[in-house]
């Protein structure tokens, strides 16, 4: 299983970017789908996540009401739509896939290579 991130680039504070993962390899049905930073100097952090076959959404406290998490099934692919971003979102945004419950969890075991986002102020 292959997860590709891509979306990233450089945005002014309160703008918004879309973030897409796609998925590719053999047929593939997470339990759940996830996003995850990891800034300079900072560990990695949880962001959303969304359980593939319902599309229920989990967010980080800090990032409820500015990111949105959703899917396409039929194109194995998962956004992030970030909205009002500031300064300190800026990292390195990782996709990630989970076989089992729980999809709020920093124990993924499928991740992408990652894209860089950085929000001037």
């Known amino acids: 299983v292959q997860l590709q991130a891509s979306g990233g680039g450089l945005v002014q504070a309160g703008g918004s970017l879309r973030l897409s993962c796609a998925t590719s390899g053999r047929t593939f049905s997470p339990y759940a789908m996830g996003w995850f930073r990891q800034a300079p100097g900072n560990e990695r952090e949880f962001v959303a996540a969304?359980?593939?076959?319902?599309?229920?959404?989990y967010y980080a406290d800090s990032m409820k009401g500015r990111f949105t998490v959703a899917r396409d099934n039929a194109k194995n692919t998962v956004y992030l739509l970030m909205n009002s971003l500031k300064a300190e979102d800026t990292a390195v945004y990782y996709c990630?896939?989970?076989?089992?419950?729980?999809?709020?969890?920093?124990?993924?075991?499928?991740w992408g290579q990652g894209t860089q986002v950085t929000v001037s102020s």
């Open positions: 969304i359980r593939w076959s319902t599309g229920t959404t």
């Open positions: 990630a896939a989970r076989r089992f419950a729980p999809a709020m969890s920093s124990d993924y075991d499928y």
